[in-house]
């Protein structure tokens, strides 16, 4: 009787061990399913990035303006090569893109931006001051100095005098005093944050211009 015991209770603890052995194997196989599932997860999740980033095959104006991570080309409206761009130097032109991102119905019903030729490189940046709000198309575009690295120009607003390094959009010294009315709204801003001025990528593909509105 004592022999019996023993092996049933042998038998009792093989089953058990077996038992907690498929478990674990199940669990096993799961984390193993989980982790698989997880890592494809990503690698789809990294191609759909990769798919929406549209700057494939832009011929972008590369060293002109800051290098973005984000990109976001967009068509200009009516445009279909560089050479259609203003190609008068040292003058603000503006040209409409049509961009929903750029258009405001009150401000700028067309989405318009600015375009400088300065020797021999081209810059795209905002339609207007982001102090003032006026309009750029008679600011004046100036030669570098210490504060744009002696290479980026910069552009100094007619109004209120805001100055900016036209590459980069930063807000550096201002060039000149402002007027009267100017200096009434430049005193109105002088406490808040000085904005910079948003700057764009151009670029061409497939005989259409973009811009990057990122």
């Known amino acids: 009787m004592p022999a019996s015991r023993s092996i049933a209770l042998l038998t009792f603890a093989a089953a058990i061990f077996s038992v907690e052995s498929f478990t674990s194997s199940i669990h096993s196989v799961n984390r193993f399913q989980s982790t698989t599932s997880l890592e494809a997860r990503r690698k789809s999740l990294r191609k759909t990035v990769a798919a929406g980033n549209n700057a494939r095959g832009v011929n972008s104006m590369g060293g002109e303006m800051e290098p973005t991570k984000k990109t976001n080309w967009v068509p200009v409206s009516g445009l279909t090569s560089m050479a259609d761009l203003p190609q008068e130097e040292n003058v603000v032109k503006l040209v409409d893109t049509m961009a929903d991102q750029l258009i405001n119905g009150a401000t700028n019903p067309t989405g318009a931006v600015s ?60 060039a000149d005093k402002p007027g009267l009315l100017g200096g009434v709204v430049t005193g109105l801003f002088s406490k808040s944050e000085k904005k910079p001025l948003p700057v764009y990528d151009l670029g061409e593909k497939n005989k259409s211009v973009l811009i990057n509105l990122p």
């Open 115 to 174: 375009v400088v030729n300065y020797e021999g490189k081209t810059y795209c940046f905002a339609s207007s001051c982001t102090c003032c709000q006026i309009p750029l198309a008679k600011a004046k575009v100036l030669p570098p100095n210490e504060e744009t690295g002696g290479v980026a120009p910069r552009l100094s607003c007619d109004f209120c005098k805001a100055t900016y390094n036209i590459r980069t959009g930063e807000r550096i010294e201002n």
